[in-house]
């Protein structure tokens, strides 16, 4: 059974900074996209960051310039470092890898930016 399990969401003053982690575990054979969506109250889930086994990106154009993913292979595990953050950042974000050739999502974890 794969899983992916978020962890580094919280509460954050505006301005600050918090570093997502979504590591990847199970019987893995391939990992390709890994990402991160984000969907804040009374709103649909969005793009935040994806990015390719190869490296390629794509990008939210909203959080481009203050969020940087990053992705280590050798520990099925992708990052999202966020930088400056707004309080419309505030939403809980999930993590989504595809895996085996299937689409996997994690349990979201909340993330808080107070003004």
């Known amino acids: 059974q794969v899983q992916l399990v978020e962890s580094g969401g919280g509460l954050v003053q505006a301005g600050g900074s918090l570093r997502l982690s979504c590591a990847a575990s199970?019987?893995?054979?391939?990992?390709?996209?890994m990402g991160w969506h984000r969907q804040a109250a009374g709103k649909q889930r969005e793009l935040v960051a994806s990015?390719?086994?190869?490296?390629?990106?794509n990008w939210s154009d909203s959080v481009k310039d203050r969020f940087t993913i990053s992705r280590d292979n050798a520990k099925n595990t992708v990052y999202l470092q966020m930088n400056s953050l707004k309080p419309e950042d505030t939403a809980v974000y999930y993590c989504?890898?595809?895996?085996?050739?299937?689409?996997?999502w994690g349990r979201g974890t909340q993330v808080t930016v107070s003004s």
């Open positions: 990015i390719t086994r190869g490296g390629s990106l």
């Open positions: 199970g019987t893995i054979f391939s990992i390709n996209t």
């Open positions: 989504r890898s595809f895996i085996n050739g299937r689409d996997y």
